[in-house]
């Protein structure tokens, strides 16, 4: 497959050197100091004790490459806007586009024949860049599990994980899924087509919004935060009413906030991608993760008390930080 990953980073990067490394023609839209690194070095990952070098086409034009069968924004949400406007020209009628990023996707109710049917996310697509830029039946919906850092430009480390899954929008079984799970099967990673893959999206979500807005507010890693008593029962509470809006929404995955809470505290000391960013001093993706769902609280009259505090102190100190778009 002719395949483009735009931005380099963690799961970027991660992404292009498995798929490259399985045999696929991979470019990647990069700037600055990553694309320099890429083109002098290649695509560097380590992943246990392999260190896998992946000699992609880098470039910071779009244009350059033409149609591509597979395009993967794997940006931060902030930049999300700016990188499709830039990326149309790599898109044609049956190439295939997913967005590896965390929180509510702007498509996320687009298509849904459930509650909130063809809502716009502003909070993700103020002015519906995105929408206008990516036809919506290009679309299929990614959800990303593994954990990944960046050791320096060009250069990423594979923490754990590889879990990936793949779905129409709208729900359902399509042949292009299919393929797609083949293909990244194939590539090494554990993927799988789900039929709501909404689901499995807000199911990653009960994680993301908890564990991230709190690290920005506190400063630590995943497993003081989950071992400390008090932060524990912030997070059971708002994971509860996380669930409930859910099922407002037609969402039940079937899980509860122990379980979940669980499967983060088993990967030990892990820096949420927020943390990262603040460390880094970049923009946060708190509207992403939380504030989209604050909308859709919002939309539905979803009280959600302990998941609006924790958006209201996370937004007020990544403002503070200087740290929020827009």
């Not at 350059?64 to 999300?80: H, N, R, S, T, W």
């Not at 716009?120 to 599990?145: K, M, N, S, Y």
Request: proline letters at 6%; hydrophobic letters at 45%.
């Amino acid at each position: 497959m002719r395949i483009t990953v735009i931005g380099a980073g963690a799961i970027g990067g991660f992404l292009a050197c498995k798929l490259f490394a399985a045999g696929h023609e991979v470019n990647v839209i990069a700037r600055g100091a990553s694309l320099a690194a890429i083109g002098e070095q290649g695509l560097m990952l380590h992943t246990g004790d392999e260190l896998l070098t992946a000699r992609v086409c880098a470039t910071c034009i779009p244009e350059e490459l033409g149609i591509q069968d597979l395009v993967i924004f794997a940006v931060k949400a902030p930049a999300l806007p700016t990188a499709v406007a830039s990326a149309k020209a790599l898109i044609g009628p049956q190439t295939v586009v997913i967005s590896a990023l965390n929180g509510l996707p702007w498509w996320f109710f687009l298509k849904s024949t459930q509650a909130l049917s063809g809502l716009r996310l502003e909070t993700v697509d103020p002015h519906g860049v995105i929408e206008q830029a990516i036809p919506i039946d290009t679309v299929v919906g990614c959800v990303v599990f593994p954990s990944c850092t960046v050791l320096s430009p060009g250069v990423i480390k594979h923490m754990s994980g590889s879990r990936i899954v793949f779905g129409e929008p709208a729900g359902g079984d399509s042949e292009r899924v299919e393929t797609l799970t083949k293909v990244f099967r194939e590539a090494g990673f554990d993927a799988h087509a789900h039929a709501n893959v909404r689901e499995e999206i807000w199911l990653k979500l009960l994680g993301n919004a908890c564990f991230n807005p709190v690290s920005l507010l506190v400063g630590r890693a995943t497993d003081e935060m989950i071992d400390d008593p008090f932060l524990h029962t912030v997070f059971i509470n708002m994971m509860d009413e996380l669930l409930d809006l859910g099922r407002q929404l037609g969402l039940a995955p079937e899980i509860d906030p122990k379980q979940r809470i669980a499967i983060t505290r088993k990967l030990g000391k892990v820096k949420t991608s927020m943390l990262q960013d603040v460390e880094g001093r970049k923009p946060v993706e708190l509207e992403a993760i939380l504030g989209s769902v604050v909308a859709a609280a919002d939309r539905v009259g979803a009280p959600i008390p302990c998941t609006r505090t924790t958006y209201a102190l996370a937004r007020m100190q990544a403002m503070t930080l200087g740290l929020l778009p827009g």
